[in-house]
């Protein structure tokens, strides 16, 4: 069986076939595609078993990235938290991760990863092939609202929705400049807490260009002060949680508690019925509690990497911890330009 690829933002067929397919996720979505090579200058492409002019029966999309720091490689997809392959039939799963493996040779890929949400369906992958993975949440939104309230663990996230209202915490949001501009200076001081660089501003410009209002920043503020923000996307019948970021002074009023119940509301109010919490490291327990709290969902993303060689994982990298030391002291200049500097690198 023939494998084709094409590139999804100048063919149509992909976004016609992302729109129906019940996989799909707002990753997959030309948008996102447009504003990963906008930004960071990926490519995508699309390998399929369905021939040119037909409509798409299945479909895996990847982006190819060429960098003298990291190598080259094909990621489905860079800075998604899964990506899942769009095929239906036991064979097409099986030319297509044939054609791959055979491609980390013949077009010299330093490795090719694969970003399932649903593990189960690469279940013959071997253990070589496994790359990383992470605890996942997601909220079923079904419910109704006073039974998800019900749902929340009580003496943390209902105690702190109650403290924020006390507060009069407000909540702003949109997409604009003002309310990004916002959001970027809590994500700059949440990122130095980590001590990590954040990603560029033009990163987050470009989603709100490319998926317009597919995209919602929230703010709480209190007297007009920036205390805590999300960012969210939403896709079919999905709302997808992808940045927060805060001030710690403000944690005690329940920010961002706050700032999570008001997009259920808003979830419940537009007929969604899931909400994605994301991955999680898992030597984060703080996060994986948190999410849990809400009623989540728990299970595991697990990664497939296609490689040339088995090298062994690094651990306790020394560079790295050097790496983050500076950035904890860097001053906010100097961090927003290592970011603009390394993450077209990460992927």
């Known amino acids: 069986m023939?494998?084709?690829?094409?590139?999804?933002?100048?063919?149509?067929?992909?976004?016609?076939?992302?729109?129906?397919h019940p996989n799909a996720s707002i990753f997959h979505t030309p948008g996102w595609l447009r504003a990963l090579r906008l930004t960071y200058g990926y490519e995508p492409a699309v390998f399929t078993t369905t021939p040119p002019g037909v409509k798409l029966t299945n479909g895996i999309v990847f982006c190819r990235i060429s960098s003298w720091l990291t190598g080259r490689r094909m990621v489905s997809l860079p800075f998604a938290d899964h990506c899942e392959p769009l095929w239906e039939s036991a064979e097409d799963y099986e030319e297509i991760l044939g054609f791959l493996r055979r491609a980390i040779k013949t077009e010299n890929w330093k490795y090719i990863e694969i970003r399932p949400r649903?593990?189960?369906?690469?279940?013959e992958i071997s253990t070589e092939e496994k790359g990383s993975s992470f605890h996942f949440h997601t909220l079923d939104l079904r419910p109704a609202l006073q039974a998800l309230f019900g749902g929340l663990q009580k003496s943390s996230i209902q105690r702190m929705i109650r403290r924020a209202d006390r507060e009069g915490l407000s909540c702003e949001q949109g997409r604009s400049e003002a309310l990004l501009q916002k959001f970027y200076s809590l994500m700059l001081k949440t990122r130095r807490r980590h001590r990590v660089p954040p990603q560029p501003i033009s990163w987050f410009r470009?989603?709100?260009?490319c998926l317009g209002d597919r995209l919602c920043i929230r703010v709480a503020t209190k007297n007009g002060a920036p205390l805590a923000s999300v960012l969210t996307l939403s896709h079919g019948s999905t709302l997808v949680y992808k940045y927060g970021c805060s001030d710690?002074?403000?944690?005690?009023?329940?920010s961002v508690p706050f700032l999570f119940w008001n997009a259920i509301q808003e979830a419940k109010d537009n007929g969604l019925e899931e909400f994605d919490l994301g991955r999680s490291d898992s030597d984060n327990p703080g996060l994986i509690n948190f999410k849990s709290r809400w009623g989540a969902s728990s299970s595991m993303l697990q990664y497939v990497k296609f490689s040339s060689h088995h090298a062994e994982r690094p651990s306790g990298d020394r560079r790295t911890h050097i790496a983050k030391r500076l950035f904890a002291y860097m001053p906010d200049g100097l961090l927003t330009a290592a970011g603009k500097l390394l993450y077209r690198h990460i992927g």
Do not use: C, K
Not at 2 to 20: G, K
Not at 118 to 123: D, H, P, T
Not at 206 to 209: H, P, R, S
Not at 248 to 254: A, D, I, K, L, S
């Open 2 to 20: 023939a494998i084709y690829s094409f590139d999804p933002l100048q063919d149509s067929r992909w976004a016609d076939f992302v729109q129906t």
């Open 118 to 123: 649903n593990s189960e369906r690469l279940a």
């Open 206 to 209: 470009n989603l709100i260009a």
């Open 248 to 254: 710690e002074r403000y944690h005690h009023w329940g």
